[in-house]
């Protein structure tokens, strides 16, 4: 070891201040090393560097090579289903060449919905693309088949590539993503054995994974979850205190929810002559404060009062309000906007009506508000979401753009010609990514219409042109999906 480290040592320095010596040195390698340093015909750093290899090798010379016993590896178990077809791995390309994951979505589920497997060529690139955007994970696991729960093996990346051929398997032995589509797929069909489920596996959880497990319960949120979700009030993490909460808050008949409505009830009378009374009972409980609902009130025009029950009313189911005030749907929607008291409240009416998803309500609040709200569109029949959108467009753009990007239905024609002539306007926020990000919305139809649709300022026209192009590229693969698939 010390004759190595003179070498380190010499090599650190350089052989200006200190040169090659036989120091540590004995035996046959101490002749080797006279030899060298010896011949007068090579230099210093030469001298060093024969050195150097011969002490090398004689250290290497003893070792000795690292054994193991390796298991011979797995032949991968036959597919029995059959591959794309040729026209479908054509498409595919242009596809990844778009960098777009919402088209690439499309593209696996035509592929799964076909019964078909990405032929082992394509399925690295596929694997990687998983692994970075986990809404590709469960559909590429099922387009990969064997194999690609096979080479899963080899690559912890793509560990969630294991083929789960049940629901329960998938719960049991699937990876995180694997686990929250099977909980949502028997969520759908039998909400009460979905969360026996949870409870069983829930100790066994990291505070991560039981974040994202939970939030499967919000579609939709099921009464028998209340017992089991009070419980969970406890936990440690606040990450999934504070989704514990969100769950309670979208349960009627959840402690949380009859606390809010009891503050409510006493709160605001219908009296006998008609008249509607506001008086804000005093709150000795902190437990409504605990759960989110702010104390103070940040517009100098809104009370504390007015700004506590506006947030308690948007959290409490809009139904109450009829056994409340003993009327109808129509006639409470008509009552809200017909009293002076109750007109600051209508806002929160509106978001108690998004928040439960009371698409019912929805419906009969837009026939008898005299008010057009933005939020209640989402709750809306997408043919009726679609009318509203375009006709209230020039008044909310921005958030119309959102809530349509958000559904997943595609757009009109008309709608999407809006959405277009305003992007092209604003062509740095509504961006080539963003045309990735909705290219499912877009109908292949407004092709014909968007080389008329040119910007307003002469500076954004190459811009604009250069995202039109690549939209372009877009709708001719989205446009050649349908048919690619067929054997």
């Not at 035996?27 to 340093?37: N, S």
């Not at 409470?332 to 698409?359: H, K, N, S």
Request: proline residues 5%; glycine residues 4%; charged residues 20%.
């Amino acid at each position: 070891m010390e004759r190595w480290n003179n070498i380190i040592n010499t090599a650190l320095l350089g052989t200006a201040k200190k040169q090659a010596d036989s120091q540590g040195l004995n035996g046959m390698l101490q002749a080797a090393a006279e030899q060298i340093l010896g011949n007068a015909s090579a230099d210093k750093e030469e001298q060093f560097l024969q050195l150097a290899s011969v002490v090398y090798n004689y250290r290497q010379s003893g070792t000795q090579p690292v054994t193991a016993a390796i298991q011979p590896i797995a032949v991968c178990a036959a597919e029995t289903k059959s591959y794309c077809p040729p026209a479908a791995i054509r498409v595919l390309q242009p596809v990844l060449e778009t960098d777009s994951i919402q088209l690439l979505q499309l593209w696996l589920e035509y592929c799964t919905k076909a019964n078909l497997l990405l032929p082992p060529a394509q399925l690295p690139v596929m694997l990687d693309k998983a692994w970075r955007n986990k809404s590709l994970r469960v559909l590429t696991a099922a387009a990969g088949g064997h194999r690609a729960e096979w080479l899963g093996q080899f690559n912890p990346d793509w560990n969630f590539s294991r083929v789960a051929e049940t629901l329960e398997d998938r719960w049991e032995n699937g990876a995180t993503a694997q686990r929250v589509e099977a909980l949502k797929e028997l969520r759908a069909t039998d909400p009460v054995m979905a969360r026996t489920w949870l409870e069983q596996t829930w100790s066994k959880e990291s505070a991560t994974v039981k974040t994202e497990l939970l939030t499967v319960l919000e579609q939709p949120p099921h009464e028998t979850d209340i017992e089991w979700l009070e419980s969970l009030l406890s936990e440690k993490s606040k990450q999934v205190k504070e989704t514990v909460i969100r769950l309670l808050k979208k349960l009627p008949g959840s402690s949380l929810h009859e606390q809010y409505w009891q503050v409510l009830a006493g709160a605001i009378q219908l009296q006998d002559d008609g008249h509607v009374v506001i008086a804000l009972p005093d709150l000795k409980d902190d437990r409504i404060f605990q759960s989110g609902i702010e104390k103070l009130s940040n517009n100098k025009k809104v009370s504390d009062e007015t700004h506590i029950l506006y947030q308690l009313v948007s959290l409490v189911h809009p139904s109450r309000w009829e056994t409340h005030f003993g009327r109808s749907t129509a006639e409470v929607m008509r009552l809200f906007g017909q009293y002076e008291t109750l007109q600051p409240f209508v806002p929160a009416l509106v978001q108690a009506i998004t928040w439960f998803e009371d698409r019912q309500r929805a419906i009969t609040f837009m026939q008898y508000s005299e008010t057009f709200f933005i939020d209640i569109i989402p709750m809306l029949p997408t043919d009726q979401q679609q009318q509203l959108s375009e006709k209230f467009f020039d008044e909310h753009p921005e958030t119309i753009i959102k809530y349509a990007s958000n559904n997943p239905e595609e757009w009109s024609v008309p709608l999407c010609t809006r959405i277009m002539r305003y992007a092209a306007t604003q062509p740095y926020t509504y961006n080539q990514l963003f045309m990735n990000n909705v290219i499912r919305q877009i109908p292949v139809a407004i092709t014909a219409t968007l080389d008329d649709i040119v910007p307003t300022e002469s500076y954004h026209v190459g811009y604009w042109n250069n995202i039109k192009v690549h939209l372009g590229r877009l709708l001719q693969a989205k446009s050649q999906l349908p048919g690619s698939f067929n054997k």
